[in-house]
């Protein structure tokens, strides 16, 4: 038996069968389960299990695995469930209608706690983004060869003639993700909100104005000025799909079946689709208009102090899970000035991570499973994935995490008073969004060593419990 089957078989029988799975789905360093029944899952037989790094507790149940292991288990609990090959060793004998039954309540009080309307619309903006990292990262270190192969270019060191085709090559498969993302969004959104996916992906592709032309543009009636392709960008697609979510679940309660499939569709997109160019986009482009605008402005009059503030905190955001509510405003930065500044300040959050993973690695050399622990999460901590730092090394310690919080935010510091530091796409950070920094590659490189020399003083000297000093095999 293979280690990701062994080990998606125990995190089965850990969340309480097989049975007791409604969906899973996974993202770069998480499986995230749908339990139909939360009482029957085992938090101690969690902490038991060789290759789980952690657990949080969300509308989702999301198991904290690192990457490259979670896709493989994700796999794994996918062909265990479609073998019938899950079953709880437990003997877990309350069948999958039995169980929806008893969860029934749990799950309505789960919600009055946790989904609060700000919660509640988080996750869905975390919900309809994750799917489409994969493709960011991908498609980003793509558009990144492309910028370097360009430069060279520039400067004399390549052929134009030979190397001009590979460019427009590499810029096609990057915007295959990013001149289409809108429709991505809309279809997503569209399953995120309840609504026809197809349905979703034309509201999304109406943004982007194709047809118009120069002579015979759309006039935004507010301005009289004319409207601009993707105006408004993806604030407006998740804005206009959620309205065509409502307009849907109420025309499907009123048209009759027989011409349901011709009818509601539509109406919807003709009604959906005048709110989205003559309404939405005009109002969604001012929004993030402004919203980009303030944050530059900060960006620009906070420096150090904003770059420390924003890298300080952002840890805390990953370990709560809310860090991809912001790819909407990075992607929002790249579409209208063509990088977000945002991205190279928190990606010091997991420079600070590093350094206090090293410090840790020294003062506690006695302590051989926090070691191995650190062995294990740390290259991936240097390209850029924290949760395995996270939930397998600092945040346990406890201050670690504290001083780690600050380190990035020395680093954030540092790439605030540089400024005009930006990534033309999304993807992981540390070493790994080098090729993507546009404004001063050494620039962030100078942050990144910041970044973990801030995090390492800092925990070397202040941060190292002393318990996790003491010797253990």
């Not at 510091?413 to 400024?419: C, D, E, M, R, V």
Request: aromatic content about 8%; some cysteine; glycine content about 14%.
């Amino acid at each position: 038996m293979s280690k990701y089957k062994n080990l998606a078989q125990q995190i089965l029988e850990a969340v309480g069968g097989a049975e007791n799975i409604a969906s899973y789905t996974n993202c770069m360093t998480r499986l995230r389960l749908t339990p139909v029944n939360r009482s029957l899952i085992n938090e101690e037989t969690f902490k038991k299990i060789d290759g789980v790094l952690g657990v949080v507790d969300h509308e989702t149940y999301q198991i904290i695995l690192g990457p490259g292991v979670v896709t493989k288990v994700a796999e794994q609990v996918g062909i265990i469930l479609a073998e019938g090959e899950g079953a709880s060793r437990q003997s877990v004998t309350l069948s999958a209608e039995k169980l929806q039954e008893q969860g029934a309540d749990i799950k309505a009080e789960l919600k009055k706690k946790n989904n609060t309307p700000l919660k509640n619309v988080l996750r869905k903006i975390g919900n309809i983004f994750i799917p489409l990292i994969p493709a960011f990262v991908g498609a980003g270190l793509i558009a990144g060869i492309g910028s370097i192969l360009s430069n060279n270019i520039t400067a004399g060191h390549l052929d134009g003639d030979t190397w001009n085709q590979y460019v427009t090559i590499l810029s096609v498969i990057k915007n295959a993700i990013f001149f289409y993302l809108v429709i991505y969004v809309g279809i997503y959104a569209a399953k995120e909100f309840g609504a026809t996916p197809a349905l979703g992906g034309v509201i999304g592709g109406t943004t982007l104005l194709t047809g118009m032309t120069p002579e015979a543009p759309i006039q935004n009636i507010f301005t009289g000025q004319p409207l601009m392709s993707g105006q408004g960008g993806v604030i407006g697609v998740l804005l206009a799909v959620w309205i065509l979510a409502l307009l849907e679940k109420q025309l499907r309660k009123v048209i009759p079946d027989a011409i349901d499939i011709i009818v509601t569709p539509t109406i919807v997109l003709l009604i959906v689709g005048l709110i989205t160019i003559f309404l939405i986009m005009p109002f969604a482009g001012f929004v993030s208009h402004h919203l980009i605008g303030s944050i530059e402005w900060v960006l620009a009059r906070g420096g150090v102090f904003a770059g420390f503030v924003l890298g300080a905190t952002f840890l805390p955001l990953v370990m709560l899970g809310l860090h991809q509510v912001l790819i909407p405003i990075h992607m929002e930065m790249i579409h209208t000035s063509g990088m977000t500044q945002l991205l190279p300040i928190l990606a010091m959050a997991g420079a600070g991570q590093v350094g206090a993973a090293i410090a840790l690695w020294i003062r506690c050399r006695k302590n051989k499973s926090l070691t191995n622990m650190i062995k294990g999460a740390l290259p991936v901590g240097i390209l850029g994935i924290g949760e395995p730092l996270i939930y397998g090394v600092t945040l346990p310690l406890g201050r670690p995490f504290i001083t780690a919080c600050i380190g990035g935010g020395i680093g954030g510091a540092t790439i605030g008073l540089f400024s005009q530091v930006g990534a033309m796409a999304i993807g992981p950070s540390g070493v790994a969004l080098i090729p993507l920094i546009q404004g001063g590659i050494w620039k962030y490189t100078v942050g990144l060593v910041v970044g973990y020399f801030g995090g390492f003083i800092t925990t070397y000297f202040f941060g190292v419990p002393k318990e996790a000093m003491m010797k253990q095999e």
